[in-house]
């Protein structure tokens, strides 16, 4: 069908030229998969890319990332072998071969097996933990072994790590144990050893079982996702099973947590948590957050690392009351397990919602979770019809301010987004969207009523993006009210997507061998009226309330590749003139917070957390690491100090909502626990101070 040929595909005419071309390939699929993403990505890409030696270089770094991030597999003298293709890659994608995949997938294929016997030979004696000897955990100061006793090695001491950690959490699990009941019967370190050796064994023997399933398939969409990810990293590739994931988790009901997970460098992350989810109620699970091992209750976890999306989905999935505990590694390197009850998404805590914050001003707060729409026209909930009947109860109530929190709202509808600014601003531009093209589109609010126009603080965090980023942005253009973040910036995401779908472009002679998947592909990028895109930077908060992760890199600059920030020329449009100095608000915060004790710890923890994710070398020496393990719990206990009621902050529900709500006493319960947790919030707390000094 293709023998002979090269496939040429233009965006978005639906058209192919065959031309000739003298090159068998084994697998038509995969020259197809090749030439239209290549010709999608040149065609409908923001930002084309040169497909060159130095585009070739990139893709081949990343692609070995992934393909043996830790370093288990693959020798020094095999990245020695492939870096012959290091400049040549360039030459495979042009001209439809497959020299350098080809090569790579043999070598990791034969690799795979021969690591199969190492950790089988190593775990079958005890290890002695008596030595001093120590193990690089980051995986990027790793170096490629020069030989197979130095990898299994390597090996030996990665066992012995896992083991190690294995016999301390079991310890600590009897020590708590002991606690509840006299009659635990207490095993000793050398049982413990034993037993933490065969469950090792058993999650190696289980992971290499996954490794033997991964087919051609699943190597190849690696190594065109190496490609895609070159031009940034929201351009993907999604294999037919890949996609029917993706929209599993768009829609807002993955598998009873409410998690959207993505798979990277052979871990699965946590991208968003949707909003009324069980994770989102739960609390702990964050956007950033990998997950290590999957457990049923009380069952042994399993580990999931270089497990396929679709195969962890179906360990985190479960009948609704159920629960599942999942190990989860934290930004700053930290393990913690986290429990969540299995649930469907709760509709009501997807949208808007509002109360009085009462002190020595009464202030309005509305926590909104997301950007939503009615994206299919049936007649549903959008956010911006939803904040303009918060705001008016909230004005009915005279309050002296309004917090609009989008602390962890990861976007959604931008028209929602031009029209809920213009509920606090005259009418005017909103946003700027520019095309590949150079065409910028400014989006206006054509409104000139103002629902709201008193004292007007956005909160934010490192999670707020996209649609938040372009809120938080007006408001701080136009000086309509303050902005408080919670992080030194927001994410920085400031790209549009648009899914294609390759069966589109293959002619109807070619249909067997349909289906070929999608690839997402950036094709807008989102500018402030002021100029500057909130693409990498996002938004400098006016006054910053640092959290624990403030020290540590995170959002749109962590990812690889990620597309460049740059400006435009401004849109038209006045900015106000506020009735407070931001200088003076700032002053005022940074000076309550040095005698506030939360925020003395919120600091210690997160210098803490900085130095620990730094740290990335442990001991493999027994009383070495158990007494450091000691410490490090005893240290981040502090934190559950900020886990109180904060006195003070009172919290009452508007009035309207709770003649709504009288007599339901499920509803009534849940908005009591909202307001718990509000009543523990030290940034809140915080923000209500800086509302308190803002003059009308």
């Known amino acids: 069908m293709f023998k002979n040929k090269k496939l040429f595909f233009l965006i978005p005419v639906a058209a192919i030229a065959l031309v000739s071309y003298t090159y068998t390939v084994q697998n038509e699929k995969e020259l197809a998969i090749d030439q239209i993403i290549i010709q999608s990505l040149n065609s409908a890409h923001y930002s084309p890319k040169n497909v060159n030696n130095d585009f070739s270089e990139k893709v081949f770094k990343l692609y070995l990332q992934r393909l043996d991030y830790n370093k288990k597999f693959l020798l020094q003298s095999d990245i020695n072998d492939l870096k012959k293709y290091e400049r040549s890659i360039d030459e495979d994608i042009n001209e439809g071969k497959f020299n350098f995949f080809e090569k790579s997938l043999d070598l990791i294929t034969k690799r795979v097996d021969e690591a199969q016997a190492y950790y089988k030979e190593i775990l079958d004696k005890p290890f002695d933990f008596t030595k001093k000897e120590e193990l690089e955990l980051d995986a990027e100061k790793l170096k490629y072994a020069k030989s197979k006793e130095e990898l299994k090695e390597a090996w030996r001491k990665q066992l012995k790590y896992q083991t190690l950690s294995r016999i301390v959490d079991m310890m600590e699990t009897q020590e708590k144990a002991k606690e509840k009941s006299d009659t635990v019967k207490i095993k000793t370190r050398d049982e413990l050893e034993v037993e933490a050796r065969k469950k090792v064994l058993k999650t190696h023997d289980d992971w290499f079982k996954r490794l033997k399933k991964l087919d051609r398939n699943d190597r190849i969409a690696m190594y065109f996702n190496a490609v895609t990810s070159i031009y940034d990293p929201h351009t993907e590739f999604y294999p037919p099973k890949d996609k029917a994931n993706f929209d599993i988790g768009m829609s807002g009901q993955l598998e009873g947590i409410g998690a959207q997970l993505q798979e990277k460098d052979g871990t699965i992350k946590v991208s968003s948590i949707v909003p009324g989810s069980a994770s989102y109620r739960q609390g702990e699970l964050k956007a950033g957050d ?23 989905v179906q360990l985190i999935r479960g009948k609704k009351g159920t629960e599942v505990r999942l190990t989860v590694k934290k930004p700053d390197a930290t393990v913690i397990v986290i429990p969540i009850i299995r649930d469907i998404v709760v509709i009501e805590e997807t949208y808007a919602q509002s109360a009085i914050l009462k002190g020595k001003k009464n202030i309005g707060y509305i926590k909104l979770p997301s950007f939503y729409a009615d994206f299919n026209g049936g007649g549903g909930r959008n956010c911006s019809s939803d904040i303009r009947k918060e705001l008016q109860k909230l004005k009915d109530e005279k309050v002296d301010g309004v917090i609009l929190d989008l602390r962890y709202n990861g976007g959604g509808s931008l028209p929602d987004v031009v029209r809920m600014a213009g509920l606090f601003i005259d009418k005017g531009p909103v946003v700027q969207v520019k095309s590949k093209a150079g065409v910028t589109q400014v989006m206006d609010d054509h409104d000139p009523s103002v629902v709201y126009d008193g004292p007007l603080a956005v909160m934010v965090n490192s999670n707020s993006a996209s649609a938040s980023e372009i809120m938080a942005a007006a408001i701080q253009d136009y000086k309509r009210g303050i902005v408080v973040g919670t992080s030194p910036s927001t994410f920085g995401k400031g790209t549009v997507q648009r899914f294609y ?38 938004v400098l908060p006016d006054i910053t309330l640092p959290d624990p992760y403030y020290l540590l890199d995170q959002g749109e600059k962590e990812q690889e590749y990620p597309m460049t920030w740059d400006e435009i020329a401004p849109a038209n449009y006045k900015p106000m003139t506020p009735n407070f100095s931001v200088d003076k608000l700032r002053a005022g915060s940074q000076a309550r917070m040095k005698t506030n004790p939360g925020f003395a710890i919120l600091d210690e923890a997160a210098k803490r957390l900085k130095k620990q994710k730094d740290s990335t070398i442990v001991s493999l020496n027994f009383e070495t690491y158990y007494a450091e393990q000691k410490r490090l719990k005893a240290e981040s206990k502090k934190m559950d100090e900020l886990d109180k009621e904060i006195p003070g902050l009172f919290v009452g529900p508007v009035t309207v909502d709770s003649i709504a709500i009288e007599g339901d006493t499920a509803k009534i319960a849940k908005v009591k626990d909202w307001h718990k947790t509000i009543r523990k919030d030290i940034y809140l707390n915080e923000t209500i101070a800086i509302m308190n000094d803002m003059s009308r």
Not at 504 to 523: F, H, M, N, R
């Open 290 to 312: 990998i997950i290590l091992k999957v457990a049923q209750a009380e069952a042994e976890p399993v580990d999931i690392t270089d497990m396929r999306l679709d195969d962890a």
């Open 501 to 538: 779908d390759l069966d589109e472009y293959l002619p109807a002679q070619y249909a067997s061998i349909k289906p070929l998947g999608q690839v997402k592909i950036t094709t807008q990028k989102f500018y402030r009226i002021s100029g500057g895109a909130t693409q990498l930077k996002g």
